[in-house]
């Protein structure tokens, strides 16, 4: 059984725009990271946010934890084709990481 | 290429038979990871190794599934009477450490006829 929800569980917009997509995770963590996952292929590791830290900034990328909420959220700014892909949030503890069913963004040109 | 490789890539395979995956991790990691992604789904936890050593198991993973990780090198995930269940993409990771960032194979896609 997954172990978090993302929302919304797909999400269309028009290249240039920028895309928000929210997760929530139910146990108590060490980090929380993202994933992205193209059609058919593994899974491209694109930032880790530390249970003590409240947002973490990576190139286009914008992640924020609450965890007293134990949701994330992440931001991708300027959207371009090539984002068009599944992203899944994983909430880590010591020995594992637990995925939710993932965010489907596709980027219109 | 340093990265994580599994083999096959496809597998097709009748109901009833065994099939066999491998999982070469990235050298310097301890850690390898097991997952099962079927469509419109994030990737469930299998197993893990520290190491040699299988440290959990998820209940997903019955008595018809075995993994292996000899000498805390490659890794091995058996299934035996394969059932039309069972299709899905089985997916590789390792990692340094345990719960740090973890770097993800191709997969191996089983469809069970």
């Known amino acids: 059984s997954q172990q978090g929800e993302e929302d919304p569980q797909a999400l269309s917009i028009q290249e240039g725009e920028n895309a928000t997509m929210n997760c929530s995770y139910k146990?108590?963590?060490?980090?929380l990271q993202w994933y992205r996952q193209n059609s058919g292929r593994g899974l491209v590791h694109l930032i880790l946010?530390?249970?003590?830290?409240r947002e973490k900034h990576s190139g286009r990328l914008r992640v924020t934890l609450d965890t007293s909420k134990k949701s994330s959220s992440l931001l991708i700014t300027a959207s371009r084709a090539a984002d068009t892909a599944s992203y899944f949030c994983?909430?880590?503890?010591?020995?594992?990481?637990?995925f939710g069913a993932g965010t489907t963004v596709t980027v219109r040109a | 290429d340093t990265g994580v490789s599994q083999d096959p890539r496809h597998k097709i395979t009748k109901r009833g038979q065994n099939v066999t995956f491998r999982c070469d991790p990235i050298?310097?990691?301890?850690?390898l990871y097991w997952y099962r992604q079927t469509l419109g789904q994030g990737p469930e936890f299998l197993t893990y190794?520290?190491?040699?050593?299988?440290?959990?198991k998820s209940r997903l993973l019955s008595d018809r599934f075995s993994a292996e990780r000899p000498k805390g090198s490659f890794s091995t995930l058996e299934i035996q009477r394969t059932e039309q269940g069972d299709s899905a993409m089985y997916l590789c990771?390792?990692?340094?450490?345990?719960?740090?960032?973890?770097?993800f194979g191709q997969g191996t896609r089983l469809t069970v006829v």
């Open positions: 946010i530390r249970s003590n830290e």
């Open positions: 994983a909430s880590s503890n010591d020995y594992k990481l637990s």
């Open positions: 050298s310097e990691h301890n850690r």
């Open positions: 146990t108590s963590i060490n980090n």
């Open positions: 990771a390792s990692s340094f450490r345990g719960g740090e960032e973890a770097f």
């Open positions: 190794f520290q190491n040699e050593a299988q440290l959990e």
